[in-house]
């Protein structure tokens, strides 16, 4: 079945800092999401990327689909962003199975 | 609030007991999703649903069903429960190719 691998697994970042997180995938896709867990486990959704580039404020994402591989930038990050990041892609096949990576665990220093 | 609701919250439950979590969802989305998620291990698609009467396998769905008798309610059944399924259920919907939302989470203790 399809890989979606996640990167870094864990980072520590100093309040204001910018990061980029990194979601390869092995197969062809419909679509890609951005989800945010935050601390009490409640998922949001980012971003809705099936390719091209989207941005929200402080978060941006860009998602090369011929390359197999999605970022998320998180600029001057704060303590609210603290959380884990998944990744989640539709497969190409089969409905709209959804696979989720393993997440990029981020914690945010005051 | 339109949304997902899920029960119950928590559960504790012996080895062997059956048990059903419930997932209701008031936007009437085409597809729903049950997925479990274990420390360090992500999200992990038990089931999923492209429509009503239309039910399919994800990446664990052993010891696990589902029925989608309607549009609104998909809900997760466990026969006979074994402690390896010990973890947070969340369910989620989504229209046709769609973002999904997601549902609080229900906590699953087997003991």
């Known amino acids: 079945g399809i890989q979606v691998e996640q990167s870094p697994p864990d980072l520590i970042l100093q309040e204001g800092a910018n990061s980029t997180l990194r979601c390869n995938f092995s197969?062809?896709?419909?679509?890609l999401q951005w989800f945010h867990q935050n601390p009490w486990g409640q998922l949001i959704n980012l971003f809705y990327i099936p390719s091209g580039t989207k941005q929200n404020g402080r978060l941006s994402a860009t998602t090369v689909a011929t390359e197999r591989y999605s970022l998320l930038y998180i600029s001057s990050s704060q303590t609210t962003d603290s959380g884990v990041y998944f990744c989640?892609?539709?497969?190409?096949?089969?409905?709209?199975?959804?696979?989720f990576g393993a997440g990029t665990r981020l914690f945010v220093k005051a | 609030t339109a949304g997902i609701t899920q029960a119950p919250t928590s559960q504790i439950l012996a080895a062997g007991r059956s048990m059903t979590l419930r997932c209701t969802q008031d936007m009437r989305h085409n597809a729903m999703y049950w997925y479990r998620q274990d420390l360090g291990l992500g999200l992990r698609l038990i089931h999923y649903?492209?429509?009503?009467?239309?039910?399919g396998k994800g990446e664990v769905p052993d010891g696990y069903s589902v029925s989608r008798a309607n549009t609104d309610d998909f809900p997760l059944t466990l026969a006979s429960a074994v402690p390896s399924q010990t973890s947070v259920y969340f369910c989620?919907?989504?229209?046709?190719?769609?973002?999904?939302?997601f549902g609080a989470g229900s906590r699953l203790t087997v003991l």
């Open positions: 989620a919907s989504s229209e046709a190719g769609g973002v999904l939302t």
């Open positions: 989640a892609v539709e497969l190409g096949t089969g409905g709209f199975k959804t696979i």
């Open positions: 197969d062809s896709v419909n679509n």
């Open positions: 649903s492209n429509t009503a009467g239309t039910t």
